[in-house]
């Protein structure tokens, strides 16, 4: 309902190696241009503040277009899993006044360091 059959058949017999969503913004600024010369759109602003929304389209499609490189993936990853090895070792509680022997590890579970293991591998596979 937002094209005619004659722009759709044009919309469909374009060829195009990407994505064609911005032949109706080109449409709409050549029409938006051509309301301007005659005189329905009576400001430049309004014309500037469309043609400004067609600019945002764009930019959001270049976010698309570009994807996160693998190598950031992986050192998110091993950063995640380094820092949760750092906290159980360097979270444990040593008291030297108990006397242990060898002054060994305490052995219990830390339970707010995995929660935040849990909360930031969560967040590393969002």
Avoid at 7 to 23: A, G, N, Q
Avoid at 39 to 48: A, H, K, N, W
Avoid at 78 to 88: D, E, G, N, R, S
Avoid at 99 to 106: A, P, V
Wanted: glycine fraction near 8%; include cysteine.
């Amino acid at each position: 309902g937002f094209m005619t059959r004659y722009e759709r058949k044009i919309f469909d017999d374009l060829k195009s190696p990407h994505l064609k969503y911005w032949v109706p913004f080109v449409w709409f600024g050549n029409l938006a241009s051509k309301a301007r010369k005659e005189g329905r759109i009576r400001d430049s602003v309004d014309l500037q503040t469309l043609m400004n929304y067609r600019s945002w389209c764009s930019l959001l499609f270049g976010y698309d277009w570009v994807g996160i490189p693998l190598v950031y993936t992986q050192v998110v990853t091993l950063a995640v899993y380094t820092f949760f090895f750092a906290c159980l070792i360097g979270r444990q509680f040593l008291d030297t006044d108990q006397g242990y022997q060898g002054h060994d590890l305490d052995l219990y579970i830390p339970i707010f360091t995995l929660l935040q293991f849990f909360f930031y591998a969560g967040w590393l596979k969002v």
